[in-house]
């Protein structure tokens, strides 16, 4: 299926690696110019050059989400380049296993910084833009199935994500009388190097190995299978799509189904 | 009722509005109380107004975004009254602003005293209450942390986190049984209030009176919330009646909102 976004710019967050990456490739399948950001400059010179075998354009720009000055110049960097941004993905996150009463301050900090504050800074200052141009434009935020429901061992992870999960609905409101739909994805255990942390971190808890955390992980799901940033990428690139114009303040569960599991 | 006979709550933003409320509330049922807030001399006030009530009362000075003034709060808590049966962590904060023209600053400042504080908070208290092998942690989260508010998208990350946050810490602290709670108020009349009708009139083009008439023709139960409204389900979550609750979110708003 083509959701038809030729012409179209994305700006995605957190695109060098797992569900970004995804996404990145999925747009620029369906025809989109794609700015790749990301901390990790190397990642993201690695999608862009996939990108680029897709025949659309790429650009790769350095990124921390949480640097208000950064995203300012990342913006303008961006729309100097290739001319304007229609589509905003909110990608970039991080996480950690941890339970409340032995979490770290800092670690509490990066988590509400990255995961939440990021999605303000950059919303903040591309929607300027879209409101400019006055000719809509789409926000897709990256939240999670744990934006919605707790889970142990994640306090300051599901915080971070029920953040964005309200902060979408607000911004929506905000952002409606312009055109401009803003809606959040939930993804589930999505196979990428972040899970592959986690599986890390829940092996080391259990005392198996990475791969029995990772096997295990995929037992449960419904559908037999760990969820993949095609999966993700797929609901974005319907967001992102005109099909999905009066789709907004959503936050939308692709999941597997969890948090039901076998 | 002397539901809370020789209790003893802790409650952060103590001083005033719903804070005040939750205080008097208890010790009006037997609890003592240690009031808690960033406003040392309101926060007196409240527990010499409890004093008068027969029960003991402490005023203790505290910024719920700094870790090393949370501890001191809990540890004073504890040396004076030898336990803590109830934490309620209601300090909070509000500004108004859409996104694009919302400073940095106020994003910090709602997320901090908001969310960053009930972490701290509720970090140090658990500790205690593992310890002691009881207790109860009661967050005031708020209709903000249910569905999205213009001019409050701050606030309302802030509050979605609290709830979030409310829901794992109940997963967490559940073999413990320990209860963890928070409840949802709507349009509630306090000085928070008074301060966002004159905002949110600036915002509109409106007069802070006709905000507050919105507010009112807003509320199915068709009056303002009191801060009293909000303590009867502070309370009732720190009863006995509530041992089996956990991990909840509950709406007290009049029936704004219904989620």
Aim: proline share 2%; hydrophobic share 40%.
């Amino acid at each position: 299926m083509n959701f038809n976004l030729k012409g179209k710019v994305a700006m995605v967050t957190g695109g060098g690696s797992g569900i970004g990456r995804g996404i990145c490739l999925k747009l620029a399948e369906n025809g989109a110019d794609v700015a790749v950001c990301d901390i990790n400059l190397d990642t993201a010179k690695e999608t862009a050059e996939m990108i680029k075998k897709l025949g659309v354009k790429a650009l790769v720009v350095k990124l921390d989400v949480t640097k208000a000055q950064e995203v300012e110049d990342a913006v303008a960097k961006i729309i100097d380049s290739l001319g304007k941004i229609d589509i905003l993905c909110n990608n970039a996150g991080i996480s950690l296993i941890k339970n409340i009463v032995d979490l770290d301050e800092k670690d509490w900090d990066a988590h509400m910084n990255i995961n939440a504050k990021g999605v303000y800074l950059c919303s903040k200052a591309v929607a300027k833009h879209m409101i400019a141009r006055g000719k809509g434009g789409r926000i897709i935020n990256t939240a999670s199935y744990l934006g919605k429901i707790a889970a142990p061992g994640l306090g300051h992870y599901c915080a971070s994500k029920f953040a964005v999960v309200g902060l979408t609905q607000s911004l929506a409101c905000e952002l409606g009388p312009y055109g401009i739909t803003v809606n959040s994805v939930c993804p589930g255990d999505v196979d990428t190097p972040m899970m592959e942390r986690e599986w890390k971190m829940h092996a080391q808890n259990l005392g198996i190995t990475p791969e029995e955390a990772k096997e295990q992980n995929r037992q449960r799901m419904l559908l037999g299978r760990l969820e993949k940033p095609e999966d993700v990428a797929n609901l974005v690139a319907f967001l992102a799509s005109d099909l999905a114009e009066y789709i907004t303040a959503e936050s939308i569960n692709v999941s597997g189904g969890l948090p039901f599991t076998r | 009722m002397m539901r809370f006979k020789d209790k003893v709550a802790l409650v952060t933003g103590g001083a005033t509005g719903i804070g005040r409320a939750i205080c008097l509330k208890l010790a009006g049922e037997g609890a003592n109380v240690a009031v808690a807030d960033l406003d040392l001399e309101r926060a007196k006030q409240v527990a010499e107004e409890i004093k008068k009530l027969g029960r003991q009362a402490i005023a203790i000075h505290v910024d719920v975004t700094k870790k090393d003034q949370v501890q001191k709060m809990v540890d004073t808590v504890v040396e004076k009254f030898g336990k803590i049966d109830y934490c309620y962590n209601n300090a909070g904060v509000s500004t108004m602003n859409p996104v694009v023209d919302m400073t940095e600053e106020e994003w910090d400042f709602n997320m901090d005293v908001n969310a960053k504080g009930i972490f701290l908070c509720c970090q140090a208290e658990a500790k205690v209450l593992i310890k002691q092998g009881f207790g109860k942690i009661i967050n005031t989260a708020s209709m903000g942390g249910k569905h999205g508010i213009p001019f409050l998208a701050h606030y309302c990350a802030s509050k979605y986190a609290v709830i979030g946050f409310t829901k794992s810490l109940a997963l967490e602290l559940a073999k413990y049984k320990i209860n963890v709670n928070c409840f949802c108020p709507g349009l509630v009349k306090t000085e928070m209030q008074d301060r966002e009708v004159v905002w949110e009139a600036k915002l509109r083009g409106m007069t802070p009176e006709e905000v507050r008439d919105e507010y009112i023709r807003m509320t199915p139960l068709g009056r303002l919330e009191t801060p009293e409204d909000v303590a009867n389900i502070a309370a009732f979550l720190a009863s006995e009646e509530a041992d089996f609750m956990t991990g909840q979110a509950i709406n007290i708003t009049g029936g704004i909102e219904t989620n």
